[in-house]
């Protein structure tokens, strides 16, 4: 689904799916209306968006283009509510092993899942009533998440980063430094794209919050906008399409893949060098 628009409503990429797979088959959408045992309007309006998939046709879908449950997953996203139960369990075990693209930002510190270990550890000390074993079992979990792109099949992953995270203290000298050298492994990876976005830019968007994008191929669109609280995991169009243009914005006011590296090996100096 590459060719996919993922800012269509969960409904129109439904559609897209649909006509793509009919197309494959050589079928019309009278005939294919034929072998779903529903009328050939019904398809229409399906493939443009207008009406939603049911389960009992998504399930026919399935087994007459041999798609593996795919169109039955798609249908259960259409009818799920758009906030996930568990909301960050959701994201963790649903949506982040199954991203095909991801799309991460956060005003404020490292991505998570690019964080090192001791980085990571240095960010939840910050957190004054955690007792240590709390913090070692954060530490853990974070570390987990780093398989995001170390897994066999890894996302395309684009992440730009404020410029000032860089030179915001967390740990101290020799954790920045390896932080910062891990960054820059990191971006060697075929599959991730760093971009720092200037200190100075005029944009406010991101200051707003830190949120990710994750595409799927078998499901919505889903973001996960962070916040004091809870934080919210969301498959809503009004809301994706609200984020992407957020992150459209940053990407827009970034360096080049290639100079940001040369910021990151900048700030990486400023912190190795003796004081």
């Given at each position: 689904m590459g060719d996919l628009d993922p800012r269509l409503t969960p409904a129109q990429?439904?559609?897209?799916?649909?006509?793509?797979?009919r197309n494959q088959a050589g079928l019309t959408q009278?005939?294919?209306?034929?072998?779903?045992?529903?009328?050939?309007?019904?398809?229409?309006?399906?493939?443009?968006?207008?009406?939603?998939?049911?389960?009992?046709?998504?399930?026919?879908c399935d087994e007459l283009f041999k798609t593996d449950g795919r169109f039955t997953r798609l249908c259960r996203g259409l009818s799920a509510s758009v906030l996930l139960p568990t909301w960050f369990a959701g994201w963790l075990d649903e949506i982040e092993p199954r991203a095909r693209v991801f799309r991460s930002w956060d005003p404020l510190l490292i991505?998570?899942?690019?964080?090192?270990?001791?980085?990571?550890?240095a960010v939840f000390?910050?957190?004054?009533?955690?007792?240590?074993?709390?913090?070692?079992?954060?530490?853990?979990?974070?570390?987990?998440?780093?398989?995001?792109?170390?897994?066999d099949d890894p996302p395309e992953i684009w992440i730009p980063i404020d410029e000032g995270v860089l030179y915001r203290n967390i740990g101290g000298r020799e954790v920045m430094a390896a932080q910062l050298a891990h960054l820059l492994l990191v971006a060697e990876w075929r599959n991730v794209t760093l971009q720092v976005v200037p200190s100075d830019t005029p944009c406010t968007d991101g200051l707003l919050s830190a949120f990710t994008i994750a595409e799927?191929?078998?499901?919505?669109?889903?973001?996960?906008?962070?916040?004091?609280?809870?934080?919210e995991v969301s498959t809503d169009h009004e809301l994706?399409?609200?984020?992407w243009g957020r992150y459209d914005t940053l990407r827009a006011e970034a360096y080049r893949p290639i100079d940001s590296l040369a910021k990151i090996r900048e700030a990486r100096r400023k912190w190795t060098e003796d004081t």
């Amino acid at each position: 689904m590459g060719d996919l628009d993922p800012r269509l409503t969960p409904a129109q990429r439904v559609g897209r799916e649909l006509a793509r797979f009919r197309n494959q088959a050589g079928l019309t959408q009278a005939r294919l209306a034929a072998r779903l045992d529903v009328s050939p309007s019904l398809v229409a309006h399906v493939e443009r968006g207008a009406r939603t998939l049911k389960c009992d046709v998504a399930g026919k879908c399935d087994e007459l283009f041999k798609t593996d449950g795919r169109f039955t997953r798609l249908c259960r996203g259409l009818s799920a509510s758009v906030l996930l139960p568990t909301w960050f369990a959701g994201w963790l075990d649903e949506i982040e092993p199954r991203a095909r693209v991801f799309r991460s930002w956060d005003p404020l510190l490292i991505p998570g899942f690019l964080q090192t270990e001791e980085y990571a550890r240095a960010v939840f000390r910050g957190h004054r009533k955690l007792s240590e074993e709390a913090v070692d079992k954060r530490v853990q979990a974070r570390m987990m998440r780093n398989t995001l792109v170390t897994r066999d099949d890894p996302p395309e992953i684009w992440i730009p980063i404020d410029e000032g995270v860089l030179y915001r203290n967390i740990g101290g000298r020799e954790v920045m430094a390896a932080q910062l050298a891990h960054l820059l492994l990191v971006a060697e990876w075929r599959n991730v794209t760093l971009q720092v976005v200037p200190s100075d830019t005029p944009c406010t968007d991101g200051l707003l919050s830190a949120f990710t994008i994750a595409e799927l191929d078998d499901a919505p669109t889903a973001v996960y906008v962070d916040s004091a609280g809870n934080g919210e995991v969301s498959t809503d169009h009004e809301l994706v399409s609200l984020i992407w243009g957020r992150y459209d914005t940053l990407r827009a006011e970034a360096y080049r893949p290639i100079d940001s590296l040369a910021k990151i090996r900048e700030a990486r100096r400023k912190w190795t060098e003796d004081t």
